[in-house]
Each structure stands twice: as structure tokens, then as C-alpha cells.
């Protein structure tokens, strides 16, 4: 045996040893709630900010396209450099990345709240999501190293889910009640003294897991690739809205990402230690998790951020008004989401995730029928329905992700599967912002309310990028059950941990 080989197998037994030591010291639960934390800052600052684009485009005099970039510059560094950022806490130690994601998130925070332009209010948000970069592979890999017991790691792991996904359900209510009381900065500036008592916790409750022993260098080819790649395409479906589909600068564009994801996909084939390892997509539960994940939060941004603008734009309702009437996707995750980590404990995740996936699918075409007027004591339980299903769906998704993979890859899969949940949001605003606004032309979306002509040809935009949602959810779903049925009839192909 070699001494590197040597080294890793002690590396592997440190991990599998420490957490009883954990459970002794009483500071599992504690790292729960601070890794929890972390991720519910990072995901709810993508989400709240939906119900304040009104708001924020009357004050900065920012344009249909500025408004999209002020979520999406946010989420696409987020999701660009999530899986570097799993690489940097496996390396550097997670519990440091954790912390450091923290104060770059505080950072950027204190920026957007400050901004005076929207030029400088969409690069304060990049900075931003630098930090959820490092501190979202960083919280689920030790939630992982915390619990080794697999009912108790599905609990936790539901737990964290919970967290995520309900800051994300919850963003339009909490954001439409700090925009109608301290007006839009507020939703940055009161990360400030949130994240000073997280990082106070981290020091108290959370502890640091052994360090992934480095074999090769950082891939730092396939980290700038990956980052070209996902911007240039975002890039181009956002700008076609205001310069044209057939614009040189949206082709070329357009182009670029796709040469460059394709070098990026034949770079990470052939580099020693790749940021990317693609055969863990030839697992069908790893694949049907991470794909399943990319479609829901694409589908999922629709009742989110487009539900909101149609509350304002189309009804005239204020923000927190907004917020409320869409609360019902918040409750409705609340409840389903802790009995679903419960369902993966003692059925596994195969029927928890397609069943979820179902049922978003269903509660989508249902909202097919929204119209100008419609009142919300009408399709409140429609909204209700599509929290359920991703409230059921989502823990599934990241235990077997994590699970379906051999334990020393289980961080990168961890941050594969929040980059692709992040790049299905980053192309869920574009995609469905670009179908909503698209018979729109000039209006100036960022006012009060539309006119009665305008408020029916959002709504048209708006029931085509619903019917888009759904029916890539309908497709996602039945490519879900297949994958599982190829795994559970071929036993050949098993890897350890999924029941």
C-alpha cells in the first residue's frame, strides 16, 4: 500500500469515527441549527427580493432586463461557483468555508442595502452570492458528517431541506412586510446583525470536520469554464427581451456558453482531479435526484417571483398584500416537509420524491386557469398544493443524491446538486421572465399596476410560462421514475446507501 493511499484510508476512518464524538458533546443539534441557518439566509435572500422588484425599479429607475439581473446576478454567481466552493470547504475545512461564506454574504449585504444605482445594486448581489457559494456545500456536507445513522441523518438532512425550502415559500411574505415597514433596503441591511449572531454561533455550536485529503490540484480550468459557460447563457436569454432574439450580441452569446459548456464538459474528462466527476451521473438515483432538483426550483421561481409581479402589477395589491396571498406555498412546505424526511426514513426516497414531483406537476396545470380578476379565496389551495409537492419532494432529493454516491464523493455530489437547484432558479427567471414580459413589449413593468390592455397580455405571458413550468415538470417526473425503476431492476449497479 502506498503512503497517499494510506493517508486516505485513515482520512475515511477519521470520518466515519468522529461522529460519535459529536453525539457525546451534545453540539449535533446545535451545528444543525446554525448549518440550518446558513442555509435559509442564502436561499431567502434569492426569494424575498421577488415582492420588492417594484418597488426597486421605481426607486433606482430600473428597466424589465435590470430587474431580472438584480435576482439573477444574485443566483447565478451562487450557483456558478457552488461546486468550487464544495471543493474549497473539503480542502480548507468546512467549518472555515462555512464562516467565510458568512462575512462575503454580510459584505455584499451591506453593499446592496447602500446601492444608489441599479448597476450597483446588481453587482452588490453578485458579491453576495459569492457567499452562499461556500457556506451551502459547506452546511450540508457536515449536517452529513454530524449524523451517520441513516434515520437520523434523514430526519436532519429533512430538517435542513426545511429550511431551504421554506425560505424560499416564505420569501414574498417576509419581503412584502419589511418593504411596506422599512422600505426595500431593509431586505439587505437587516442580514447585518442576523449574520453577526450566526457567525458568533458557528464558533459556539459548530464543529470542524477533518479535511478531505487533496490528491491533485484545484481545478481551476473547469471552475472558470463552468462560470463563462452558465453566465454567457443566462446572459443571452435575459438580454433577448430588450435586444432581440435575433440580436448578434444574443447569439453570440448564446454560443459561447454552449461552446464553452461543452469544453468545460471535455476538460473535466480528462483533468486529474476534476471539479465535476460526470460518472456519478451514471447512478440513476443520483441522476434522477440532481435533474428532478433542476426542474422543480425551475418550475418553483414561477409561483415565486411571477405570482408576486402579478398580485402588484395585474391586481394593484401592495407588497406584503402579495406576500401574503402567495403564504400559502410557505405553510403548506412547512407542514409536508418535516413528514417527508420522516417518509425517506422508513420508506426511502423513491416514492416520496415522484409522488412530490406528481403532485407539483398537478397543482401547476391546475393554475392554467388564472385569470386578471381571479380572487385568492379561488386558487389559494391551488397555491397550497404546489408547496406540498415541493415540500414532499425536496428532502428525498438531497438524501439520495448524498446517499446514492461512495462516501468520499458525497461533498461533490452535495454541491452538484445545489448548483443545478440553483442554475434551474437562475434559468427559471430568465426563461419564464422572458415568456411572462413577452408580449409586453416597452411597458414600464416596474410600475404600480398595469393597465386593463396590459394586465391581459401579462396574463397570457404569465399562463404560457406556467404551462412551460408544468410541462417540464411533467416531463421531469416520468424521467424520475424511470431512472429508479432502471436502478431498482439492474442490482448490478447499486452503490451503497439508498434503500
Excluded at 182 to 195: A, K
Excluded at 224 to 252: C, K
Excluded at 294 to 320: E, T
Excluded at 360 to 372: C, D, I, K, S, W
Amino acid at each position: 500500500m502506498t503512503v497517499n493511499s494510506a493517508m486516505v484510508q485513515d482520512e475515511m476512518m477519521q470520518q466515519r469515527e468522529a461522529p460519535p464524538i459529536i453525539v457525546a458533546s451534545g453540539n449535533r443539534w446545535g451545528g444543525l441549527a446554525v448549518a440550518s441557518m446558513g442555509i435559509f439566509l442564502a436561499v431567502l435572500s434569492g426569494s424575498l427580493v421577488s415582492v420588492a422588484l417594484p418597488t426597486i425599479g421605481r426607486t433606482l429607475h430600473s428597466s424589465a432586463t435590470g430587474l431580472e439581473w438584480t435576482i439573477d446576478a444574485y443566483i447565478l454567481v451562487y450557483a456558478s461557483l457552488m461546486i468550487a466552493g464544495g471543493v474549497i470547504g473539503d480542502r480548507w475545512g468546512r467549518r472555515n468555508a462555512f464562516a467565510l461564506g458568512f462575512v462575503i454574504f454580510g459584505i455584499g449585504s451591506l453593499a446592496a442595502g447602500l446601492a444608489p444605482t441599479s448597476g450597483l445594486l446588481i453587482a452588490a448581489r453578485a458579491m453576495q452570492g459569492i457567499g452562499p457559494a461556500l457556506l451551502t456545500p459547506a452546511s450540508v456536507n457536515i449536517v452529513r458528517w454530524l449524523f451517520d445513522d441513516p434515520r437520523e441523518r434523514a430526519t436532519a438532512l429533512g430538517l435542513w431541506s426545511l429550511a431551504s425550502g421554506l425560505a424560499m415559500a416564505s420569501g414574498p411574505l417576509i419581503g412584502g412586510l419589511i418593504v411596506d415597514s422599512v422600505g426595500w433596503r431593509g431586505i439587505f441591511l437587516l442580514n447585518i446583525p442576523i449574520i453577526i449572531i450566526c457567525l458568533i454561533a458557528v464558533k459556539i455550536f459548530m464543529p470542524q470536520p477533518p479535511r478531505v485529503l487533496a490528491e491533485h490540484r484545484f481545478d481551476v480550468v473547469g471552475a472558470i469554464l463552468s462560470v463563462i459557460a452558465v453566465g454567457a447563457v443566462t446572459f443571452a436569454i435575459i438580454e433577448g427581451q430588450s435586444l432581440g432574439w435575433g440580436s448578434p450580441v444574443v447569439i453570440g452569446s448564446a454560443l459561447l456558453g454552449v461552446l464553452v459548456m461543452l469544453g468545460f464538459l471535455w476538460w473535466e474528462r480528462r483533468v486529474p482531479g476534476p471539479l465535476i466527476q460526470l460518472n456519478l451521473f451514471r447512478s440513476p438515483p443520483f441522476a434522477a435526484a440532481t435533474l428532478s432538483g433542476m426542474a422543480l426550483f425551475f418550475s418553483f421561481i414561477g409561483a415565486i417571483v411571477y405570482f408576486s409581479a402579478y398580485f402588484q402589477q395585474v391586481q394593484g395589491l401592495s407588497a406584503l398584500r402579495a406576500g401574503i396571498n402567495v403564504s400559502a406555498l410557505g405553510i403548506a412546505f412547512a407542514i409536508t416537509a418535516p413528514l417527508s424526511g420522516y417518509l425517506v426514513g422508513r420508506i426511502g426516497p423513491r416514492w416520496p420524491l415522484v409522488g412530490g414531483m406528481a403532485l407539483t406537476t398537478v397543482a401547476m396545470f391546475m393554475l392554467l386557469r388564472l385569470e386578471v380578476d381571479t380572487p385568492i379565496s379561488a386558487i389559494w389551495w391551488n397555491f397550497a398544493l404546489v408547496g406540498a409537492g415541493f415540500g414532499i419532494s425536496l428532502t428525498p432529493m438531497t438524501t439520495t443524491a448524498l446517499a446514492s454516491v461512495p462516501a468520499e464523493r458525497a461533498g461533490m455530489a452535495g454541491a452538484i446538486l445545489n448548483a443545478l437547484r440553483q442554475f434551474g432558479q437562475v434559468l427559471g427567471v430568465a426563461v419564464l421572465g422572458a415568456i411572462t414580459y413577452s408580449h409586453l413589449g416597452n411597458v414600464n413593468v416596474a410600475g404600480p399596476r398595469l393597465n386593463r390592455a396590459d394586465q391581459f397580455l401579462f396574463m397570457r405571458g404569465l399562463n404560457s410560462a406556467l404551462f412551460v413550468s408544468a410541462m417540464t415538470l411533467a416531463v421531469m417526473t416520468l424521467v424520475a421514475w424511470i431512472l429508479f425503476w432502471r436502478y431498482a431492476h439492474r442490482p448490478h449497479e447499486s452503490l451503497p446507501g439508498i434503500d
